[in-house]
Structures are given as C-alpha cells and as structure tokens.
C-alpha cells in the first residue's frame, strides 16, 4: 500500500493479517522493505506486520536526506506513519542501518515503542570515526566517515542497475560476501531490491567531503552515509528514555558489515594495508559499542546465531522469528 503523510508517500507491505497487535519492520542501508518479505509472510496470528521502504529506498519518494539530523529524517517519516496508520504503539524491528533508526524513534518517542528487536544494527555512534567503547571520536570533524568512503564503483553499479557478479563490486557479489555468510534462496529477488536504491548526493552514498587528515575524507551534510557519520548520528543518552521496554539484540556471529573489525571501516583497512598511509586509528569497535550503550541501557538480550552474517532473517528464517515471537510475546 501507498501511505501519504506531510513528509512523503511511503511504500509499505502488509503480512496475511491486518488485525493483531502492530509490528513495524525497518531494512538496512542498500535495500528495501523486500528485504522482510518471507518474515511479514510467516508472523503468526495476533501480529499484524508491516514494512516500510525508507525515503529514497524501494518505492517510496526519492526524497532527500537532511544528513545533519543523523538519521530522524528516516525516524521521523516511520513516527508520522505510525500516526496516519493510527497504529498506536508499535513493536519495532530494525535491521543494520534499520537499528538505528528504531533507536532514534525510540530516543524521540518512548511512549510509540512497544517493544524494541535490533538485528545487526549500526553502532550507536554511527559508522567509522570512532574509537573505544563510548565511541570517541578519532577526529572532531568526523574524519574516516561520511559518504567519502563508498566505493565508487559500487555506486556506480548500482546506478546502473547491475545484476551481475563480474568485479568484487557488483552487487550481487557485494550481497554473497556481506550481507550473508552462505547461499540463500531468491537471490536475484534480493539484488533487486539493493538497486531500488537512489543513488546520488542527496541519497546514497551523499556529497563527499574531503579532509586534510588520513584518511582524506569526512562527513557532508546530505545523503545517507554522511547521516550515519558518528558527527551527526549519535545515540549517548538511550538510556535516558522513559518508558524503557525491552530490547532484543539478535546478531550474526560472521557479520563483517557491523564488527569490531569491519572491512568497510576505512581505519581497518588501514591497519591491513589496504588503504596506506594510516597512522594507526584503530578499527571502530561496532559490536562492543553497542553492547556498552545496551548495558547503560538495562533491559537487553543479546543473541548471536552462528554460521550467520549481516542478516539472520534470511540465513535462519525460522529461528530469527522464533526469537522475534518469543519477544514480543513477553510483552502481552
């Protein structure tokens, strides 16, 4: 369904049920609400499950991302979905970059959020440029993160529309090696979906800033990547928020997108070798931040599903849902 708010018209797909308590699914970065295709399919009665395509993702308007908000461009469209649907509080599941975004709303409207399920998500304090378990910054300005750091050539593919798996970068290929650590079914119905993303300064990767310091780039002030660059995006305060309800934190034991030595964080790739010049900024520690803010925040369960990268939804289908039901019973 099509669903006008005075923000934007997003896309939203529907599970069999349209009655049940509301559960809100949120994809990643490079993909769309298809990406929950199979689990909106699968929720039991009692549940009624929705997913929506984030501005500039799937089929909801190319709209802009305001990337000095971090990520409330993308939180606030969910909040005023939420409130045109007349949905009430809503449990909410967010994926990768999805994580985040579900920590923001929750950040900014405790009292909409049920039940909180975080799959793989992006540390609380953005991607890359920063260090230790508080998530210091490396830089003041951000440096090592922002749009900057995309691979050209990916972004290119995917402006293309590249189903192929000719270079490292294709899609596709990027898909086998990141987003899961084995083969999964419908592969073309997933590499599709990552070439819905809108590609360009205003969406992804954003504008490219560069800096002085190693490694030459820092945040700008449009587009995805730079709002989730640690200057912009930057969650200290989570365990503030009252009500506080329960977060389930369910993580793949291979993942190599969100780690604590993630070969998509430039300052790895520097202590590798990849990228020379590095000074020795050590790799942001993506899992531990996020376990140190869960800590302060109380009322977590971590769990961690071996023989699984980025997104346990689509390598252990049965057991991610097994563990979202579990949770969001235990909030009846």
Partial sequence: M?????????NVLEGPSAEGEPVLFVHGNVSSAAF???????MPEGYRALAADLRGFGDSDPAPVDATRGLRDFSDDLTELVEAMELGPVHLVGWSMGGGVVMQLLRDRPALVRSLTLVNPVSP???SGTEGPDGLLTHADGTGAGA????????ARLAKGDMSDEAPTSPRTVFRTSYVAGPVADEDFYVASMLTTRVGEDNYPGDAVTSEAWPGVRPGARGVLNALAPTHFRLDDLHSV??????????????????DASPFDLAQLGLLGVVPGSPGTPAQPMVTQTRAALERYGDYREVVLAVCGHSPHLEHPEEFR?????HLQSRR
Avoid at 322 to 326: A, P
Wanted: net charge neutral.
């Fill in 2 to 10: 099509k669903v006008a708010t005075s923000r934007l018209t997003q």
């Fill in 148 to 155: 900057g750091a995309a691979n050209p050539d990916f972004v």
């Fill in 125 to 127: 304090y953005g991607y």
């Fill in 36 to 42: 929950w295709r199979d689990t909106l399919a699968a």
């Fill in 242 to 259: 009252e009500p506080r309800p329960p977060i389930l934190w369910i993580r793949g034991a291979d993942d190599v997108i969100v780690s």
């Fill in 322 to 326: 097994r563990l979202l039901v579990e």
